[in-house]
């Protein structure tokens, strides 16, 4: 009996301990294994002295005390004042002395607000490290950059390092419902705990501030933007007060979505035109009590006139009038509002891609200061691959922000590994030339092309109460990722799989290597078993999971996936170039004639700019039939690739996460081979040409795929 006690003990234990990990996401501090870095530490950091006392200072050393005795195995004396060599002097530029601040001097002035600084200094022949900043939030960031040093087992001597966030707002945008349900998520139900707020904290409300603050996430908004107007209520604001209270010292401001409609719905008004005086004065006020409880709420981020959202065009007015409105009643308080451009209409018979730029880049430099517009990274909808959008460059007078998708709603769910960092670059990397060769995206959103004050890039997280938070672990990384490349736009995707994978699961070079290029693949594995060469949108309707190419009986005509592929006899892809849509004079003409041209058109892009024949002749030679079904088939390959090399990595990994991701592979390698044979098996009907010999044969027939249905699949509403 004793001893069954005993094993159940045990057994419970470990797997607290091994679940702790999914849990710990990168901040796991694992323990410096290699001894020539240990002692490398050991010898640079003898001491700690932390100056300050807000609640900010106080997370910082809590930060590093447990960064330093898990990863190091003690730690270093705490002093109240710097006496003898090798202390980490930790505290903003007004806690310093004279003789440090000085020394940095030159530091200070290469920062903003928000950057820190990191520096090996000698005062009066004593070494020291400094890590400073202009406030307590900056020094937290400071804190937890150097402690990924310490995680990536980089160098800890000779440190210079002063670093600032190159956008102002970088914020997660939570599509969670007051039901606690997630629109398009894929880990569990909402974190936010409604039932139980304000009187109940849970820890998790404080680990999800933490975490964002070690990345530099500096907002959220809460709620879905989808919005439910009840958020605005006395009863709910007094619960996102309790959360506005835990996510303060961490750097972290609350942003709620605004229900247009909400003057009629909450305030009993008869109408939310915003142009009426009682309605402006409704705003006015409502903004005033949220203010009155929560002095540094960020403000609202707004979905108006589209997809069934009501807006200003509801009472004939349009998206300047609305947001504009709602700018001038967060104003007096310092807020601002994100004014999403993702609009859309079934009554306008335009090629879908067009007409978010067709609405909204007439309405350049009429929105008010305090108004960012947030555009989606591509003109239709988060797939795989989108050319970026054409608003990027096309509003020199009004601040851009960038909405990318962390959620996995067109890859894969969370079953999918896809390592959205990659995503994201290829976007930011993109030329808009708007202000000749060079004008990048990342240019746009950081403000530096049009030198915008309002600066921001937006995710859709694909946080829930999961146990590992995003439900797949390596999920984890695109949290990371979009966190990283919030602040620095310029970030390479590599450098962040290697920063992740060292935080997350081990510095072995055998395991990182292969790993990481494992991760920077993925993206591309997912675009040519999904959607290559270009084409999008063919995912099943409603709840989006799987392959739906053959849907075409939905009421809005660009719901149906066949509206985008427009495959036939005669070939297949939707025709944008200048013969077509004329999707492609939206770009500056550099890229317009690049995409409109078949001849410089990237390949990755060809069927969403052109309609080509079946036996159109692809760069390397094949048809694109062969070319398309090849792609489908490279794409079912590199999933299995991706196998091997998790498998070899099974001795670097902890056995519970291991196993989670290898069983999640093979999800990954059977849905595959799903849209490959789907997909293929469709298109067939228009080209009527056999399958390459490379490319495996379907095992079921296009009847049975169209059958499968999925009235419970999550996240869709
Ligand atoms: O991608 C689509 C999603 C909707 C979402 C919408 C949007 C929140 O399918 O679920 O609604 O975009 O971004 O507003």
């Keep these: 009996m004793t001893s069954l006690r005993f094993v159940f003990l045990f057994l419970l234990i470990s797997f607290s301990a091994s679940a702790q990990k999914d849990y710990k996401l990168w901040l796991q501090y694992n323990t410096v294994t290699n001894p020539t ?6 010898s640079n950091l003898k001491g700690i002295v932390v100056l300050g006392n807000s609640e900010t200072i106080r997370i910082a050393e809590k930060e590093l005390k447990t960064g330093f005795s898990d990863m190091l195995g003690n730690i270093p004396e705490i002093k109240s004042e710097v006496k003898g060599e090798y202390n980490i002097i930790v505290g903003s530029q007004s806690n310093l002395n004279a003789e440090i601040k000085n020394e940095l001097q030159s530091d200070f002035d290469k920062i903003n607000n928000e950057g820190f600084i990191i520096k090996s200094i000698s005062i009066k022949n004593k070494k020291q490290i400094v890590i ?43 599509w969670d419902n007051l039901d606690r349900t997630v629109e398009r998520g894929y880990a569990g139900f909402s974190l936010w705990n409604w039932q139980k707020l304000p009187d109940f904290i849970d820890q998790r409300y404080i680990d999800y501030a933490r975490t964002n603050a070690s990345i530099g996430i500096n907002g959220t908004v809460l709620t879905n933007v989808n919005a439910n107007a009840l958020i605005l209520t006395p009863q709910y604001l007094e619960k996102v007060e309790a959360l506005a209270n835990v996510f303060r010292p961490y750097g972290i401001k609350v942003y709620l979505t605004a229900r247009f409609s909400a003057p009629i719905e909450i305030g009993s008004l008869k109408t939310a035109d915003p142009k009426d005086p009682e309605v402006m004065n409704w705003w006015k006020n409502k903004s005033a009590e949220i203010y009155k409880r929560i002095p540094d709420f960020g403000g609202f981020l707004v979905k108006a006139n589209s997809e069934g959202q009501p807006g200003p065009q509801n009472y004939g007015r349009n998206h300047v009038d609305g947001a504009n409105m709602l700018a001038d009643a967060v104003a007096p308080f310092g807020g601002v509002v994100m004014w999403r451009a993702f609009v859309y209409s079934e009554h306008d018979a335009n090629d879908r891609a067009k007409q978010a730029y067709t609405e909204f880049q007439p309405y350049d430099g009429k929105f008010k200061e305090n108004v960012i517009v947030q555009v989606k990274n591509g003109a239709i909808d988060f797939q795989p691959r989108e050319p970026f959008h054409p608003l990027f460059g096309a509003m020199p007078k009004t601040p851009l922000m960038m909405e990318f998708q962390i959620t996995q709603e067109y890859l894969g769910f969370s079953t999918h590994l896809v390592f959205l960092p990659k995503l994201f670059q290829e976007v930011l990397e993109s030329d808009t030339y708007q202000k000749g060769k060079g004008s990048t995206v ?17 995710g859709v997280a694909n946080i829930g109460n999961d146990l590992n938070w995003t439900g797949h672990p390596f999920a984890q990384a695109n949290w990371y990722g979009f966190g990283r490349l919030a602040w620095n736009p310029y970030l390479d995707s590599e450098v962040i799989a290697e920063e992740w994978l060292r935080s ?25 078993y999904m959607t290559p060469l270009g084409l999008h949108h063919i995912m099943d309707t409603g709840h989006h999971y799987g392959p739906g ?35 492609v004079s939206q770009y500056a003409p550099e890229v317009a004639n690049l995409f409109d041209n078949l001849e410089t058109c990237p390949e990755k892009d060809l069927l969403w700019f052109h309609h080509v024949s079946w036996d159109y002749k692809l760069k390397n030679g094949q048809t694109l039939w062969n070319g398309l079904a090849l792609k489908y088939q490279e794409g079912v390959n590199q999933v299995r690739e991706m196998q091997n090399v998790w498998n070899k990595a099974e001795k670097y990994v902890d056995s519970e996460r291991f196993n989670e991701v290898k069983m999640l592979l093979e999800i990954q390698h059977k849905e595959a ?21 490379r490319v495996e044969k379907p095992t079921q027939t296009l009847e049975y795929f169209k059958s499968l249905k999925f009235p419970f699949a999550p996240g869709n509403g």
């Excluded at 002063?162 to 939570?174: E, G, M, V, W």
Aim: with cysteine; hydrophobic share 35%.
């Design 673 to 693: 081979k799903w849209w490959r044979d789907a997909c293929l098996l469709y298109f067939q009907q228009f080209s009527g040409k056999e399958l390459p010999e």
């Design 504 to 528: 997350t699961f081990s510095n072995d070079e055998n395991f990182i290597k292969p790993v990481k290029d494992m991760m920077i693949e993925s993206r591309e594995a997912v675009v040519n």
């Design 132 to 174: 400073t900043g202009k406030n307590d939030v900056a020094v937290l960031y400071g804190v937890f950059h150097f402690l990924r040093i310490l995680q990536t087992n980089k160098s800890v001597k000779n440190l210079n390092i002063a670093d600032s966030p190159k956008t102002n707002i970088r914020i997660l945008n939570h």
């Design 442 to 458: 990342a240019k746009v959103v950081d403000g530096t092309l049009y030198q915008n004050k309002l600066t921001g890039i937006a």
């Design 549 to 583: 190419p053959w849907v075409s009986n939905l009421s809005r005509p660009e719901w149906n996936p066949t509206y985008y592929h427009k495959a036939d006899k005669n070939g297949i892809g939707f025709d944008r170039s200048k013969s077509g849509t004329n999707a």
């Design 37 to 42: 870095v240990a002692s490398q530490y050991k």
